[in-house]
């Protein structure tokens, strides 16, 4: 179900972008909490966006970042059940749908000191094309090693948790960027995110909550409420939900510990010290600010 959907808000047109008969105009609202895609607030950050509808995921992919603004999957506990029989091949690629104005590469990564990092994580998807999708640069963004490895792979394990608890839940992950902090890898200028995010629907609870992770060499995470996930990245990741369900934070399985947490045990209490340091807040509060309207 490889598609592309481009958005009223978009500056591209389908003729301009020369791709296989595959990637024609289509929606995948069953991704979607009651079928609504995240909402993207900053009229200036949807300039130049392509929504790209995969088997099992779609994503807001960037003019301005050559990566997603949001990736949205419906994860189950029976894909689950099919992907953790699934071996990792990791190969990640272009994403060939969309023009090379968009596109990352594997070479704007090589000697950048970060981590291809997920969005919707190939652990998700259930069969070889699905995993292979996930590995398409227009579902990753640069994560510190620290991140991706450490408390990243805990929350991702984590939302899984849920996902096996309730049946079904609605994910939606993207990045989050401070100018005043900005930074960039690659001959391609890939800006490196500031924070990572991940929104959980669930509709069998009838809550929602988000884990907010910090993209640092020192990363930690936490559990806040959509409505301040909305505050911090101006992306709304559940527009069709009212806004007292997004106010309220569900009660959310806690981050679990990775394997590589684990084995830096002598730096977890720096991990829980990270969020009150100074340059954190100082962080957070430009990130606030140059996005709230």
Request: charged residues 20%; aromatic residues 8%.
């Amino acid at each position: 179900m490889l598609k592309v959907f481009f958005g009223a808000a978009g500056l591209l047109s389908l003729s301009s972008v020369a791709v296989a008969p595959i990637a024609s105009a289509a929606s995948c609202p069953d991704l979607f909490a009651k079928g609504v895609p995240p909402a993207v607030l900053s009229e200036t950050a949807r300039i130049g966006t392509v929504m790209l509808c995969n088997d099992q995921y779609a994503v807001l992919a960037s003019e301005q970042t050559r990566g997603p603004l949001w990736s949205a999957e419906d994860l189950t506990e029976e894909n689950l059940e099919i992907a953790d029989k699934m071996q990792r091949h990791d190969n990640f690629q272009p994403d060939t749908r969309l023009p090379s104005t968009m596109q990352a590469l594997t070479a704007d990564y090589t000697r950048s000191h970060y981590d291809r990092g997920h969005m919707t994580p190939s652990g998700d998807e259930a069969g070889a094309a699905a995993q292979k999708q996930s590995f398409l640069f227009s579902n990753i963004v640069p994560q510190t090693p620290e991140l991706n490895r450490g408390p990243w792979e805990g929350v991702e394990s984590a939302v899984r948790g849920w996902a096996r608890e309730e049946g079904e839940i609605f994910v939606v992950t993207g990045p989050g960027y401070d100018p005043d902090q900005f930074r960039t890898i690659g001959a391609h200028r890939i800006p490196v995110p500031t924070v990572t995010w991940k929104a959980v629907y669930d509709p069998a609870g009838n809550g929602t909550g988000a884990y907010v992770c910090l993209n640092t060499a020192h990363p930690s995470c936490r559990i806040t409420s959509v409505a301040m996930l909305i505050r911090l990245v101006n992306i709304d990741p559940f527009p069709a939900l009212p806004a007292s369900m997004k106010d309220h934070v569900a009660a959310m399985p806690p981050i679990r510990e990775s394997p590589y947490a684990l084995s830096k045990q002598d730096r977890t209490r720096k991990l829980l010290k990270e969020w009150g340091k100074k340059a954190a807040q100082k962080a957070l509060r430009a990130l606030v600010k140059s996005l709230v309207p």
